[in-house]
T-cell receptor, first 116, second 114 residues
């Protein structure tokens, strides 16, 4: 079964600082990878996803993530955070295979607090 | 319309009650999902429907009974719940059940079981 691990549980940054949130998954086969964000009081929404092609994917609001297959990692980055990036960030994985298709598993989440 | 609408937003029920949660989408999506989220925890998958048929049941207790009456609606029937079932219940949908698509989430139903 697949699993997802996020290393940073709570990150505090000042505005304009660079961000990198770690995500590792456990599954030996092909995976689809996602980052979702939950802003305070709002529903979960997709930041970006990877399922094939260029391992460096760009998402909304200046976020990007790099899939490194050899490290089973999909870290999220942003060069310069803003106060409005304060939110909960979830890495998620869907292992490709008939019984797993559609089974999106989330990591524990990282709370990002950006100080103005 | 790119929304997933869940009702009610809040629900308080006793352990002997029967209640239902409702989820609706009008995006033409053929896959729909129920997730459970405890405070400060990630969403946990409960059920997946594809073309109105139950595709995945993550060993959820029978006191939770899902139903997909048509392609736009997803219900979760609740009966004889326990206090530990108190959580935010999230509905989501996607175009298909291909595993590489964006999920659209609703705002959830905050359930309290007394």
């Amino acid at each position: 079964a697949q699993s997802v691990s996020q290393h940073n549980h709570h990150v505090i940054l000042s505005e304009a600082a660079s961000l990198e949130l770690g995500c590792n998954y456990s599954y030996g086969g092909t995976v689809n990878l996602f980052w979702y964000v939950q802003y305070p009081g709002q529903h979960l929404q997709l930041l970006l996803k990877y399922f094939s092609g260029d391992p460096l994917v760009k998402g909304i609001k200046g976020f990007e993530a790099e899939f490194i297959k050899s490290k089973f990692s999909f870290n999220l980055r942003k060069p310069s955070v803003q106060w409005s990036d304060t939110a909960e960030y979830f890495c998620a994985v869907n292992a490709v295979g008939s019984s797993n298709t559609g089974k999106l598993i989330f990591g524990q989440g990282t709370t990002l607090q950006v100080k103005p | 319309d790119t929304e997933v609408t869940q009702t009610p937003k809040h629900l308080v029920m006793g352990m002997t009650n029967k209640k239902s949660l409702k989820c609706e989408q009008h995006m033409g999506h053929r896959a729909m999902y129920w997730y459970k989220q405890k405070a400060k925890k990630p969403p946990e998958l409960m059920f997946v429907y594809s073309y109105e048929k139950l595709s995945i049941n993550e060993s959820v207790p029978s006191r939770f009974s899902p139903e997909c009456p048509n392609s736009s609606l997803l219900n979760l029937h609740l009966h004889a719940l326990q206090p530990e079932d108190s959580a935010l219940y999230l509905c989501a949908s996607s175009q298909e059940r291909l595993g590489n698509e964006k999920l659209f989430f609703g705002s959830g139903t905050q359930l309290s079981v007394l």
